[in-house]
């Protein structure tokens, strides 16, 4: 409590509190982050992680300069998210905004596909393919290379500043500030065409949102990657907190079996006293690779996420010394207590594909089916139609009442298409624009939509004072197939207002 002379906070301090004099005594509220520095493994788990970074950090920079044909009044690039006329593009798909549930959909695929991946084989996405992690991974080899593996780097954290130790800090940041900048730079490339956004970027022309757009992501990239680091998955994450519900004894895990390590002992200990000492000799390796800085050995974490990197260490130095691999394993729960009883693990397609596992997936393909059949099935002619609701009608002077709509025509095709507008359930019924004369109302019109175009008209029903008794009819928007094609058409029923509605 403030004012209280038996409670003094002490910052940068380790945890555990230095005691006083007499009553008085200090407690740490704060311990000041110690540095991760992992050591340089090889092993299955190393490549595998490297190769999904390179794959991951491939798509991201380079998915904005694939080209996709299609047609002369639609945007060439094959992935790109057109805010100015409100288009999605992904390839051969083009979403516009009243189709947004496509994008609720495949978002929703993507929080069930984390359900899944980390039910089967835990925190997977946490260990390989997390930008933070990503582009962590990639720093921490920039590391590596200015200074040095793990002891070089605690060593030179640990020094005074030099001219030496200023030249490597400058030459590290300015690689991290490179990789974030190039960062940044990529994600502008998402919303305009990448190549005429880039020479507009150098050369000064182009809008200020894009420096600002980028100046975000660079700093971000630049903070959480090159300094933060395991700080993000730890403290600021939720989705480690999350995954707890999701995992139970059948998940696969890092796991360290510690009825076959403990209790632990030096090598030398071992072979002095045989059969007392467990086959982990406390190297401490696993937790010299860990890029979170934990020790596996004391079980499952919130640090934890699950590259398996601790797994290649062991590995090596069981290897080494003459034991069985294996002691920090990729398993289950289950598995390492049905090991240890002397049984045989289970299968990896079993560990994987249980009732739990089954129900996520199942779910997940109903969805993306769903959004297929949705995708194929739609019509790519569509319209919208809005009556007036001031006046509702108006009387003319020979007796016959007129309504007034907004209609909107809109072609998602990349071509210009031909459209027939024309009433439905309306007897006597005919309809014209504000561009014609009413004595050219007729039961249907003909317009040219452009390609990839809303078109937005003023149209006029009209129907005899006798025969307006009719209330409920519908616009028909039909358009001529082409070669190989299903005719498209689109109906929106609404209401006609005439005389006697109040009544």
């Known amino acids: 409590m403030p004012g209280d002379p038996k409670l003094k906070l002490v910052h940068n301090r380790p945890a555990a509190a230095a005691k006083g004099k007499g009553d008085t005594h200090e407690t740490a509220l704060y311990a000041r982050r110690e540095p991760v520095c992992p050591s340089k493994i090889d092993g299955r788990f190393r490549r595998f992680k490297w190769a999904v970074m390179v794959l991951c950090l491939a798509v991201y920079w380079g998915t904005p300069w694939l080209r996709w044909d299609r047609g002369p009044w639609a945007p060439n690039q094959a992935v790109l998210v057109d805010l100015a006329h409100r288009r999605f593009y992904m390839f051969g798909i083009e979403i516009w905004p009243h189709e947004f549930y496509f994008v609720a959909g495949l978002l929703i695929m993507a929080g069930i596909g984390l359900f899944l991946v980390t039910s089967a084989v835990g925190r997977a996405w946490c260990g390989y393919a997390c930008p933070q992690t990503v582009w962590t991974d990639l720093f921490q080899h920039v590391d590596r290379f200015i200074d040095g593996d793990r002891n070089a780097q605690l060593a ?3 020094a005074p500043w030099s001219l030496h130790k200023l030249v490597k800090r400058l030459s590290k940041w300015a690689i991290f500030l490179a990789i974030s900048f190039a960062t940044g730079g990529a994600w ?7 190549p005429t956004l880039q020479r507009e970027f150098w050369t000064g022309h182009a809008p200020a949102i894009a420096y600002a757009t980028v100046a975000v992501p660079t700093f971000t990239t630049f903070w959480l990657g ?9 403290y600021m994450c939720p989705w480690p907190r999350i995954q707890s519900a999701m995992l139970d004894e059948k998940s696969l895990i890092v796991t360290y079996k510690d009825w076959r390590g403990e209790p632990r002992g030096s090598l030398k200990q071992a072979q002095r006293l045989p059969g007392a000492i467990g086959d982990c000799i406390d190297c401490k390796q696993c937790v010299a690779v860990c890029p979170t800085g934990i020790d596996i050995r004391e079980g499952a974490q919130i640090g934890c996420i699950t590259c398996g990197l601790c797994i290649d260490a062991c590995d090596r130095v069981m290897g080494q010394v003459g034991r069985a ?8 729960l289950d598995d390492a207590e049905h090991e240890r009883r002397g049984g045989a693990p289970k299968s990896l397609v079993r560990a994987i594909f249980r009732p739990r596992t089954l129900v996520y997936l199942g779910l997940w393909s109903a969805i993306g089916l769903g959004l297929l059949f949705m995708l194929g099935q739609r019509s790519r002619l569509d319209l919208s139609v809005a009556r007036d609701r001031n ?3 108006v009387q003319l002077s020979s007796g016959a009442v007129r309504n007034g709509f907004t209609i909107k025509l809109r072609n998602m095709e990349d071509r210009p298409r031909r459209v027939v507008l024309a009433l439905n359930d309306l007897p006597q019924g005919a309809i014209y624009t504000d561009e014609m004369d009413a004595a050219l109302a007729r039961p249907s019109l003909t317009f040219t939509v452009p390609a990839d175009t809303t078109q937005r008209l003023r149209v006029y029903a009209v129907v005899p004072g006798d025969a307006a008794r009719e209330r409920r009819f519908a616009f028909r928007l ?5 070669v190989g094609e299903r005719p498209a058409q689109d109906i929106v029923t609404t209401e006609f207002a005439a005389p006697g509605d109040a009544d």
């Open 478 to 482: 039909a358009a001529a197939a082409g």
């Open 391 to 393: 006046p509702e009608f």
């Open 325 to 332: 691999r294996g002691l920090i394993d990729y398993c289950t």
């Open 226 to 234: 090159g300094f933060m680091r395991e700080q993000v998955c730890v």
């Open 156 to 158: 030179l954290d640990r």
């Open 188 to 194: 502008i490339f998402y919303f305009a065409d990448a």
